[in-house]
């Protein structure tokens, strides 16, 4: 099996260009039973990159390129490690806050967002920076920024610690209540059940967010819902698929690193539709082998901070142990991209020295 580059084509997902060629060979999966005996695997589609950690990855090697090493990161650019490990390789320096970049350097924001303070912390460490949030995430953020000038009490829905919910919140900590999961919402207290709004975690279950949204509604129902859906397409997406392939899956396994929340959502989309056995594995040398056991059908899928060639891997493991069979399961196209950080386009090396001078 041959291998796939790590960059998606500009005007498709980066699994697009692998699963044309697969196509070639393999059909779409049915919803006929394998004749027995049959090893297969069920490819999920769409799957790994989404358009915003395109965005992000792309931030740091175009950085790179122009400005030269070290460029700096806080917080992983997005939940994978390969990624942040390829990254390192080529001169970028990750840090958890802010105050560890020294002055007069250039430091990126990742896909998950960041709070008002640490865009201050940036200017006071006289720091250049690039803004890598997803445009998804964004728009959450000036979500929050609206209701909280309307005074609204606002019920985000996401989980606890998790960077993007910390971004959110810092935009208006004031009016925001952290509300993680169905069993929380019976501690919310608002002050007035007539003016609150939910808003959500970009990367969440769509199936348990709906199920908290319910719970919401039954305890204030004049509950106000977000102009559009916060939870993004990539997300859905992945899960719409990985459904349809769990259903016929006698095991599941789905590329991610186990810190990112919508790799750990599809393994358990997975086994809530039908899949008997599901994994998170960051490669293949992951797999325990004991896994296979009795095992027909194997789901594969990638979470949105996946890059394609660590799919490639498990599928060359996976044909190398007799499951060579591969069906394409894609029950949605996907063309979504965004246009790059406007402050690639600025002399941030000259910019940072000014400020040191300032």
Known sequence: MTGTPDRRPADAPESAASDSAREADAPEATSESPAPGRRRVLLAAPRGYCAGVDRAVIAVEKALEQYGAPIYVRHEIVHNKYVVQTLEKKGAIFVEETDEVPQGEIVIFSAHGVAPTVHEEARRGKLATIDATCPLVTKVHKEAVRYAKEDYDILLIGHEGHEEVIGTSGEAPDHITLVDGPKDVENVEVRDPDKVVWLS?????????????DALKNRYPNLLSPPSDD??????????AI???????????VVGSKNSSNSVRLVETAL?????????????DEIDEAWLEGVSTIGLSSGASVPEV????????????????VEIVKPVDEHMQFSLPKELRRDLRSEAAEKLRA
């Open 201 to 213: 975690q970009t990367t969440l279950s769509v199936d348990e967010t709906m199920e908290t949204v």
């Open 231 to 240: 939870i993004c397409y990539a997300t859905q997406n992945r899960q719409t």
């Open 243 to 253: 459904k349809q392939v769990a259903a016929e899956a006698d095991l599941v396994l």
């Open 272 to 284: 809530s539709h039908g899949a008997k056995d599901g994994h998170l594995v960051d490669n293949a």
């Open 310 to 325: 660590l799919v490639d891997g498990v599928l060359e493991w996976l044909a190398e142990r007799g499951w060579d069979d």
